[in-house]
């Protein structure tokens, strides 16, 4: 028996195309996921995100335990509700999820991370967490909403409680304001401005539906899944996995080596493939012919398989397909080709993001 | 519910063939198909003149979501694709039965396998379960 989020019955009533997500029912599409997609890139669309499991941290030691538990640096943080995405890894420097953290206070913070990989990464966190005396309490009791798109918070401001409004309205990118149970956060999965909001399981339905009633449509994991990759944003179990590390994964950026006398859970292991030179690494490509990039396609270079696809779909916003795959590193790419089906195409190597704000950001013409 | 058109035929892999009245057969991929695939983006297919046999895999339909083959119904040759879906494969989500159709067939004289594909009642069937 899958689990299901308090919205459970709108999904159904907003005809949603149900599927399983890591044991829970979730909505893939309420009828067009293409049409979502664009929605969401060019207007505002809401997304259920109940699924994900959301863990407060607390104990006068929380910042340490943080800075030894995570690769990027809450150290970093001076805002309160400052947000940082980071990577959790194993001592081998594989990735074990992936996950943003929310700085409240020095002995406070909240942890948002993946619903397929809860068992264990709340097994791992509370081991680890034995040591530096932190508390970790699982918010079962709280649901998830994302408002995104170009007009997702203009929408959305007038319909939070009114107390919170002056303060999310003026939260930068990547930073958070709460009042109680009801937290704002001005982060999202889809590479287009918005809010995640985190709430009481029992006030989600009412947001949803007043977030309805003014036009915010439901959009579904399908082009959850669109958004992401043309935003060039990781997803777990695809282009993250515990058997690479971030180096390996297009995540180096979120390692903090500095200040270089902290020592966090894997860095040995990274900081040894790091002075190697010889790890594969992860790259945008984009097939500029007819056909669809999958994931675990093969890639060739010099017709030699030498990599493969971690994420491969359809860009709706570019009219192509585009990938995520891991490649030895090089200093060019003259000559890759996938195989999809026997059938050999080149492909182009670029730089993600794909797409940001609704702009392509790659350069198609040559 | 999905749209099973009376005086087609069919395959369990969802694909449906009409017989034309100057012999030829129209084949393409069902409602119901199309609606577990959701948008299509991509098509794939056949070449023409190509032979093909009973169940030979001879296509791809692909949506946002997952790829899936297309395989022949009968046996025969392939006299003419539908060229549209090159620019519009989504007309196969609009019109499964019309303007997405896939490909036309001249079926084989001989044992085309034209009267084992499945009547109308037992595709339904089928696709319930």
């Excluded at chain 1, 297009?250 to 500095?258: R, S």
């Excluded at chain 1, 060019?332 to 993001?353: E, H, M, N, Q």
């Amino acid at each position: 028996m899958n689990q299901k989020t308090p919205l459970y019955d709108q999904h159904r009533q907003a005809h949603a195309k149900m599927v399983d997500f890591g044991g829970w029912d979730m909505p893939l599409h309420y009828g067009s996921q293409l049409q979502e997609h664009h929605q969401v890139r060019q207007n505002a669309g809401m997304f259920d995100v109940s699924h994900m499991t959301l863990l407060d941290l607390t104990g006068p030691y929380a910042t340490d335990f943080l800075r030894h538990l995570l690769a990027n640096d809450v150290g970093r943080l001076r805002t309160p509700g400052k947000a940082l995405y980071s990577c959790l890894l194993n001592p081998q420097g594989g990735v074990i999820d992936d996950l943003i953290v929310y700085f409240q206070t020095p002995e406070q913070f909240r942890m948002v991370v993946n619903a397929a990989t809860r068992d264990k990464d709340l097994a791992w966190i509370t081991q680890q967490a034995q040591h530096f005396k932190v508390e970790v309490a699982l918010r079962d009791d709280l649901a998830m909403l994302a408002l995104q798109g170009p007009r997702a918070r203009e929408l959305t401001l007038p319909q939070l409680p009114t107390s919170l409004q002056t303060a999310a309205a003026s939260l930068t990118p990547f930073q958070a304001c709460w009042e109680g149970d009801f937290f704002i956060g001005r982060t999202g999965y889809t590479g287009e401005d918005g809010f995640e909001i985190m709430l009481p399981n029992s006030q989600v339905i009412a947001l949803w539906q007043q977030l309805l009633a003014i036009g915010i449509l439901p959009i579904g994991l399908g082009a959850r899944d669109t958004l992401r990759l043309e935003a060039g944003m990781s997803l777990y179990g695809n282009d993250l996995d515990e058997d690479h590390s971030p180096l390996e994964s297009g995540l180096e950026w979120t390692v903090a080596w500095q200040p270089a006398d902290r020592d966090f859970i894997g860095k040995t292991a990274l900081q040894l493939q790091k002075n190697q030179h010889a790890h594969p690494i992860l790259v945008g490509i984009v097939l500029t012919e007819k056909g669809i990039l999958r994931t675990h396609q093969p890639l060739l270079i010099d017709g030699n398989e030498q990599g493969y696809i971690t994420s491969g779909s359809f860009s709706p916003t570019l009219g192509i397909s585009i990938g995520l795959a891991r490649l030895p590193k090089q200093t060019a790419y003259p000559t890759v080709t996938v195989d999809i089906r026997g059938k050999k195409l080149p492909v182009k190597v670029v730089k993600p993001p794909f797409v940001r704000q609704g702009q392509a950001c790659i350069d198609l013409s040559s | 519910m999905s749209e099973i058109p009376n005086d087609l035929k069919y395959t369990r892999s969802h694909e449906w063939a009409r017989l034309e009245e100057d012999g030829t057969v129209t084949v393409g991929i069902t409602d119901h198909a199309q609606s577990l695939l959701g948008d299509l983006v991509f098509v794939e297919l056949p070449k023409m003149g190509q032979p093909l046999d009973i169940e030979e895999q001879c296509g791809v339909v692909e949506s946002v979501k997952a790829a899936s083959e297309i395989f022949s119904p009968i046996a025969g040759e392939v006299l003419e694709i539908n060229d549209a879906l090159i620019e519009q494969p989504e007309l196969v989500n609009s019109s499964p039965f019309e303007d997405g159709w896939l490909f036309k067939m001249k079926p084989d004289d001989h044992n085309s396998g034209w009267d084992s594909l499945l009547s109308p009642e037992h595709y339904a069937e089928m696709a319930e379960e």
